[in-house]
């Protein structure tokens, strides 16, 4: 079975996703980790070499690889991913996937805890704008989001808690 973990960055997606892996005992894939080791450059270089169109093809064609690479596996999605080239049904349709829905104001605290410039999409940003920016692209991104098979919201959730929904169905 295929696990994805979906929602914004700094949901906690790649934490969990190691936590859940290890408890499952198959591998983690952080498509993003992924993506890079596979072009041969970082995320903000194919933002940048590429732009945003050409950065979400690749991300597609990654997403199709580890599905055709991996059995059995937890994905940690980038927060985009879903989004685009109807990614959420193709996620859907080759595993189960889980939506971290985190408040704004969680992920803003985490991610100003990061070097932001490693995130194309934040880079630059101040403190206001980067808060503006997460709660537009949230709710831009919420109806993908959502179609996940399982949802689990808050801030202080674990992998007790995503074990407990996922036995719930």
Same mark, same amino acid.
């Given at each position: 079975?295929?696990?994805?973990?979906?929602?914004?960055?700094?949901?906690?997606?790649?934490?969990?996703?190691?936590?859940?892996?290890?408890?499952?005992?198959?591998?983690? /894939?952080?498509?993003?980790?992924?993506?890079?080791?596979?072009?041969?450059?970082?995320?903000?270089?194919? $933002?940048?070499?590429?732009? +945003?169109? &050409?950065?979400?093809?690749?991300?597609?064609? +990654?997403?199709?690889?580890?599905?055709?690479?991996?059995?059995?596996?937890?994905?940690?999605?980038?927060?985009?991913?879903?989004?685009?080239?109807?990614?959420?049904?193709?996620?859907?349709?080759?595993?189960?996937?889980?939506? *971290?829905? /985190?408040?704004?104001?969680?992920?803003?605290?985490?991610?100003?805890?990061?070097?932001? &410039?490693?995130?194309?999409? *934040?880079?630059?940003?101040?403190?206001?704008?980067?808060?503006? $920016?997460?709660?537009?692209? *949230?709710?831009?991104?919420?109806?993908?989001?959502?179609? +996940?098979?399982?949802?689990?919201?808050?801030?202080?959730?674990?992998?007790?808690? *995503?074990?407990?929904?996922?036995?719930?169905?």
């Amino acid at each position: 079975m295929l696990f994805f973990l979906i929602g914004m960055m700094g949901s906690g997606k790649s934490t969990l996703g190691k936590q859940l892996a290890a408890h499952m005992q198959v591998p983690f /894939v952080d498509l993003d980790e992924y993506l890079e080791k596979r072009q041969g450059r970082t995320i903000a270089q194919l $933002f940048e070499q590429g732009g +945003a169109v &050409r950065f979400r093809e690749l991300e597609r064609e +990654a997403l199709e690889n580890v599905v055709q690479e991996h059995g059995q596996a937890i994905v940690a999605t980038g927060g985009g991913a879903p989004c685009f080239h109807d990614n959420m049904t193709f996620i859907n349709g080759h595993g189960e996937s889980v939506f *971290l829905d /985190v408040p704004v104001e969680e992920i803003l605290q985490r991610l100003l805890a990061t070097d932001l &410039r490693t995130r194309p999409l *934040l880079a630059d940003k101040s403190e206001e704008e980067l808060k503006a $920016f997460l709660t537009s692209t *949230l709710e831009e991104r919420r109806p993908f989001y959502e179609r +996940a098979t399982y949802r689990l919201s808050g801030k202080d959730y674990n992998i007790g808690a *995503l074990l407990a929904l996922i036995k719930r169905k």
